[in-house]
């Protein structure tokens, strides 16, 4: 009785979309399955002709067509037998027209049947390669004993065989794939042969496509010369480190002769990278919001063939409710070796922030060596004039007088100004798949820096800090995102001095605090910090910091989170009391965007800070709002 309802409804439709113009007159409301349950079923939506409405109201409409389903389900069957479930078939459907008749609910039943099943995945042939090679080649196969054969994963494992081969100096090597059923049909074993070829080197490099850009300072950037054996992955690496430059919209190093053409086989490989130049001046201007900055407007002007050579020189400027001001930067390539750099920068910047306003103007040099697209690690030197002001509800506390003096604060200004002259050292490590939506990965930012002693100034201190973030996927559609804060600064020891060191050495600007948006999310920016007698934050000395949270594809390029951040600020060095954090939770949504995920998020503090002295003109409250562009971390 189903089965009929369902064919009579569909002759409707097919009777009402004849008389429609093209684009039909029945949307799709609703596409659902049952008893799916060995793929995604998000996957096999985007493998179906017939699509359901988009999720917001004025999104895209879809509408049904009768020929497009009948071949969805012949695609159904196609999409199973890839993923190894010949068996599969679409054994009902339920077809529901609202009250209106111009909308459609689409219910297809799946029985999925027993699937073919891989029993072993031999490599035979290899012994070319290193041994440990092959054993990681085996481990990091996608085709696994005991999994259904996926076609898909087949393919890939194929490609890789063949690659490592590649990336051993054998260019022309050839991988065959054989199947054996085994008995009943029910599992297979497959067999990839390997027929390597002859070993070879690389031989001339061309280089074609250039026009301003000097053909020397392309072939500087090759990871590999003349003679090296041949290794397909230093080709990569080619092109990896030129579309680094920018200075390129298009890359391709790759062997001049066919690398699979037997009757070719060299022991010298020619290469040729061809490139196509990009525009070298580009101007930016954007204009943004956000709960914390407000308004904003962002202006840059960046050369990056500046003088030629591959240098590149800019100018930033911003302007928003907590900065505002102009950066100058330089960077010459090609400092010492390939990998190294040298960045010059020089700024005037003006922070603003609830406790005090601070003035930046000075310069940096960084010295920066890459190892590869993971791993860099810097040396710097800062000379700057630093300009502190407290706000002038601090200032007009006369409780507060005596403590502000004992931090460096003028008298009669209360301002702390001075020169400050640092050495830094920077180290970044990340394996982490996308830079602004991260689902799998790590990363590692270590600093710290030194004013005073060797580099005389007003200022004299130690600061570390480690920042560390880690992303485990559950699935193809749950990540869960951790992250680890932990800074110091530490001032030179001082018996005299009302906390044992000398605060006043410290300038305001590299003090520490948390709350915000990309923080502890309960609060706002600045919040979470050592309080004044009037409950004004002042910043601390010592850090830490930790959050987890949960995300979530929902629908199409909506996501949600869920969240846990926690942390603290404290006045004195190496003072850090896990047993005296903040913490807050609540949930975020999501949406994907070419820039990054557009973010929302409703944070709730779990122990609020009475002591705190919030904005008189708002209601004192548990919970903050934070709207942004990316991922809080």
């Given at each position: ?37 060995a ?25 049904f ?93 194929h ?162 409710s ?25 700024q ?17 040099a ?5 190892a ?20 002038p ?13 004992a ?8 301002e ?54 880690h ?37 305001f ?12 999310r ?56 896990l ?55």
């Amino acid at each position: 009785m189903r089965r009929s309802l369902s064919v009579s409804v569909l002759l409707v439709l097919a009777v009402a979309a004849a008389a429609c113009k093209e684009e039909g007159i029945v949307s799709v409301h609703k596409l659902a399955f049952t008893g799916v349950k060995a793929v995604d079923e998000t996957r096999l939506k985007s493998a179906l002709a017939t699509k359901e409405n988009a999720f917001l109201p004025w999104g895209k409409k879809h509408f049904f067509d009768r020929a497009r389903f009948d071949a969805d389900r012949k695609r159904i069957e196609a999409f199973y037998n890839d993923r190894g479930y010949p068996d599969a078939r679409v054994t009902a459907f339920d077809v529901k027209l609202n009250d209106k008749q111009d909308a459609v609910d689409i219910t297809l039943t799946i029985s999925e049947g027993e699937p073919v099943k891989v029993a072993a995945v031999n490599f035979t042939g290899f012994e070319p390669i290193p041994p440990a090679h092959l054993d990681d080649l085996e481990k990091r196969a996608p085709l696994k004993p005991g999994a259904p054969r996926d076609r898909a994963l087949v393919v890939t494992t194929h490609e890789m065989a063949i690659n490592e081969l590649r990336d051993h100096g054998y260019p022309y090597a050839k991988v065959a794939t054989t199947e054996d059923p085994g008995p009943g049909g029910k599992t297979t074993t497959l067999t990839f042969s390997a027929e390597p070829g002859k070993i070879a080197y690389f031989g001339p490099v061309e280089i074609a496509g250039n026009k301003s850009v000097d053909q020397q300072v392309i072939r500087r950037e090759l990871a590999y010369k003349p003679g090296d054996l041949y290794r397909r992955s230093l080709i990569q690496e080619t092109q990896r480190r030129l579309y680094g430059m920018e200075l390129f919209q298009f890359v391709t190093a790759e062997p001049i002769k066919g690398e699979a053409q037997a009757d070719q086989e060299s022991s010298e490989v020619p290469t040729r990278v061809t490139v196509a130049e990009g525009k070298h001046q580009r101007v930016n201007f954007g204009v943004g919001y956000g709960t914390e900055e407000k308004a904003r407007i962002d202006g840059e002007y960046h050369h990056v063939n500046f003088l030629g050579g591959a240098r590149s020189a800019g100018v930033h400027a911003r302007w928003s409710s907590l900065d505002r001001g102009a950066r100058v930067d330089f960077t010459q390539p090609y400092v010492f070796r390939p990998h190294f750099s040298l960045g010059l920068e020089g700024q005037d910047w003006h922070t603003f922030t609830p406790a005090y306003n601070s003035i930046v103007a000075g310069g940096k040099a960084t010295l920066t060596h890459r190892a590869d697209q993971h791993t860099s690690w810097s040396l710097s030197i800062t000379s700057e004039h630093d300009l502190s002001r407290i706000a002038p509800d601090v200032i007009n506390n006369p409780e507060l007088r005596t403590s502000l003096i004992a931090l460096g604060l003028d008298p009669t200004t209360l301002e702390q100004t001075g020169t400050l002259n640092a050495a830094g050292f920077d180290f970044q490590h990340s394996t982490a798949d996308n830079v602004l939506n991260a689902h799998r990965g790590y990363q590692v930012a270590f600093h710290t820096e030194e004013a005073g002693k060797l580099l005389p100034g007003t200022f004299n201190y130690f600061a570390m800090s480690i920042d560390g973030r880690h992303y485990l996927p559950l699935s193809d559609k749950v990540t869960v995102a951790t992250r680890l804060q932990l800074g110091n600064i530490a001032p030179p020891r001082c018996p005299e001095c009302l906390e044992g060191r000398d605060q006043k050495l410290v300038p305001f600007s590299k003090k520490y605090f948390l709350g915000g948006a990309t923080s502890i999310r309960g609060w706002g920016r600045f919040e979470v910090s050592p309080l004044s007698g009037s409950g004004l934050e002042l910043g601390g000395n010592s850090m830490f910091a930790a959050s987890a949270e949960v995300r979530a594809a929902l629908r199409g390029n909506l996501g949600g989170v869920l969240f846990l951040d926690s942390g603290n600020v404290w006045a004195d060095s190496w003072s850090i009391n896990l047993g005296d954090l903040r913490y807050a939770v609540g949930p975020g949504l999501r949406y994907q965007t070419p820039i990054g995920p557009i973010r929302l998020d409703f944070g709730w503090q779990l122990n609020p800070n009475a002591l705190l002295l919030e904005n008189p003109a708002v209601p004192k409250r548990r919970w903050r709002v934070h709207f942004s562009i990316g991922q809080a971390f």
